[in-house]
C-alpha cells in the first residue's frame, strides 16, 4: 500500500512538474503580450527622440513632453546643454567626453528610475534627450544573429541547455522529495490504522492508535479506537457470561448428583423387591431407573465438561510410553469388546514412542470411543486400534466398520449435544457430550482429533499426539 501511494503521488508531481514547465512557458508568451501592449500606451513611447527631432533644436516642441511630466535636454558636440524643458536629471551643464560617455552606458542599464531616449542629429551635431520617468520596466529578451561566430553561439547553446537541464532535473528532483515527504505523511497514519485493524482481527481487543495528528486523521482514529473500546467491553462481558455459563452448569450438575443418587438407589432398591409388586408397578420402576441412570450419565457428562472448558483446569501430564499404554489400555477394554459381541484387533508396534500424557484423561477418551462404538453399531461390528509414528506425532486411529455417519454431520459431531440420526436416539442412551469431552481433552494435550468417514466402512478417529525425545 505505501509503495502504491507514494509512487502515484511522485506521479501526479511529475504531471504538476510538467504542467508547471508549460505554464512558465505560456508566461513568457504573456509577458512579451503584456509588454507589446504596454509599450504601445506608455508616453515614452508616444513621444520618441524620432518623433520630436528637429535641425534647429530651438523648434523642437518639448511643451507635450513637459505636460506629460517628462523633460528635454539638447547637448551640442562640446557636451553643453543647450536647451533645457521639464525634469532634467543631468547632474552638470556640461561635461567632458568620458563623462558623456558614462552617462550613454548609464541611461541603457538595468534599474534606472528614468526612461532615456537619445537620439544625434548628425547634420547639426547635437544630442536629443528625452526623460521620462520609469513606470514600470521588464528586461526580459531573448536574441538570435546568425552573423555571431558559431562558436560563440555553440558555447552560449550549450551553457543554456545545460543549466536548463539542470532546473529540470532539480525540479524533478524536488518533486519527487517533496511526494515522498507528502505520502508519508498519508501512508504512516495508514499503516498505524491498518496495523491496529490486524490487531483486532488477531484478537487483541485491547489495540488503539495514536497517530499525534490533528486532521481528518484524528477522527479516523478516534472513531477506530471507539470502535476497538465497545468491542473489548463486548468481548469481556461475553467472556464473563461464559464463564458465569459454565459455573451455573457445573456448579447445578454438582449440586443435582446427591438427590439423583438418591432417586435411583431407591430406584434400584424397589427393583430388587419385584416380587412385592405387580407387573406395572415394576414397569414404572424400570422407567424411573433407566431414565434416572441415564440423567445421572448426562449430568456427570455436563460436569467433566464444564470442568474441561473452566481456566483453572489442568492436565497432570507425565512421559509416558504410548505404545506400553495401548497395550494395557486395549487389555482392559478387551472384555467390554467381547461381551457386547464384536470383533476387533489391535495393531501395536513392539517400540518405544514417549508422549506427555495425563493417564487417567487418555482413558476417558478411549472409553468414550468405545461407548460410542459400542452404543451406535450392530453386534457383530469391527472395531480396531492401532497406533504408527509420522513427523514427530504419535497417530492413534480407533476405528470400527458400523453403520457410520453422514458426512455433512462429521464436522459437527465434536460440538455438544449434537445428534445424527434416529439410530442415535435417546433410547441409546447417549449424552451428546462424549465426543465434544474428548475433543477437549486431546486439545488440551496440544494435538488432534477428526473424524473419517464411509457410510459403508463405518467411522475412524484419528488422534494425534507430539512426541518427545526418550
Not at 460410542?372 to 450392530?378: E, M, Q, V, W
Request: aromatic share 10%; with cysteine; glycine share 4%.
Amino acid at each position: 500500500m505505501k509503495s502504491k501511494i507514494s509512487n502515484q503521488f511522485f506521479i501526479n508531481y511529475l504531471i504538476v512538474f510538467m504542467l508547471s514547465i508549460l505554464a512558465a512557458i505560456f508566461a513568457f508568451l504573456l509577458l512579451s503580450f503584456a509588454d507589446d501592449v504596454i509599450s504601445k500606451t506608455l508616453v515614452k513611447n508616444i513621444y520618441p527622440a524620432k518623433l520630436l527631432m528637429e535641425d534647429d533644436y530651438n523648434e523642437i516642441d518639448s511643451a507635450s513632453v513637459v505636460q506629460n511630466g517628462g523633460g528635454v535636454q539638447v547637448i551640442n558636440d562640446k557636451y553643453e546643454v543647450v536647451y533645457s524643458a521639464g525634469i532634467n536629471t543631468l547632474d552638470s551643464n556640461s561635461f567632458t567626453t568620458g563623462e558623456f560617455t558614462d552617462f550613454l552606458v548609464y541611461s541603457k542599464s538595468k534599474g534606472v528610475p528614468y526612461n532615456y531616449d537619445i537620439l544625434y542629429n548628425s547634420k547639426e551635431n547635437f544630442w536629443l534627450i528625452v526623460t521620462f520617468p520609469t513606470s514600470f520596466r521588464l528586461d526580459v529578451s531573448l536574441v538570435y544573429n546568425r552573423e555571431a561566430v558559431s562558436k560563440d553561439i555553440n558555447n552560449v547553446s550549450g551553457v543554456f541547455m545545460a543549466v536548463s537541464l539542470f532546473y529540470l532535473i532539480l525540479l524533478g528532483v524536488f518533486a519527487m522529495i517533496f511526494s515522498r515527504i507528502t505520502s508519508v505523511r498519508i501512508t504512516k497514519p495508514l499503516l498505524m490504522l491498518c496495523e491496529g485493524t490486524k490487531r483486532l482481527r488477531e484478537g487483541d481487543y485491547s489495540a488503539r492508535v495514536n497517530l499525534n495528528l490533528k486532521n481528518e486523521f484524528e477522527e479516523l482514529q478516534n472513531t477506530f479506537n471507539d470502535m476497538a473500546e465497545k468491542i473489548e467491553i463486548e468481548v469481556a462481558l461475553r467472556k464473563q457470561s461464559e464463564e458465569d455459563r459454565k459455573k451455573m452448569i457445573m456448579d447445578i450438575s454438582h449440586d443435582l448428583k446427591n438427590p439423583l443418587a438418591s432417586v435411583i438407589g431407591y430406584a434400584e432398591l424397589l427393583s430388587k423387591k419385584s416380587t412385592a409388586l405387580d407387573n406395572e408397578q415394576n414397569n414404572y420402576i424400570q422407567i424411573i431407573l433407566k431414565n434416572s441412570q441415564r440423567s445421572s450419565r448426562l449430568l456427570n457428562d455436563l460436569f467433566e465438561f464444564s470442568k474441561l472448558e473452566s481456566p483453572d483446569f489442568t492436565l497432570k501430564k507425565s512421559k509416558t510410553d504410548i505404545c506400553e499404554y495401548l497395550r494395557q489400555i486395549c487389555g482392559e477394554l478387551l472384555p467390554i469388546i467381547e461381551s457386547a459381541g464384536f470383533n476387533y484387533n489391535f495393531d501395536i508396534p513392539e517400540e518405544t514412542i514417549y508422549v506427555l500424557l495425563d493417564v487417567n484423561q487418555m482413558n476417558r477418551v478411549l472409553y468414550n470411543l468405545l461407548d460410542n462404538a459400542l452404543r451406535y453399531n450392530p453386534i457383530g461390528t469391527y472395531v480396531s486400534v492401532s497406533l504408527h509414528e509420522d513427523n514427530n506425532n504419535a497417530i492413534i486411529l480407533f476405528k470400527d466398520n458400523g453403520i457410520g455417519i453422514p458426512e455433512d454431520m462429521a464436522k459437527n459431531i465434536f460440538k455438544p449435544f449434537v445428534r445424527v440420526d434416529d439410530s442415535r436416539n435417546s433410547n441409546t442412551g447417549g449424552t451428546g457430550i462424549g465426543l465434544s469431552i474428548t475433543y477437549k481433552i486431546i486439545q488440551a494435550h496440544e494435538g488432534s482429533i477428526d473424524l473419517n468417514v464411509d457410510n459403508d466402512n463405518g467411522c475412524t478417529f484419528n488422534i494425534t499426539l507430539p512426541t518427545i525425545y526418550g
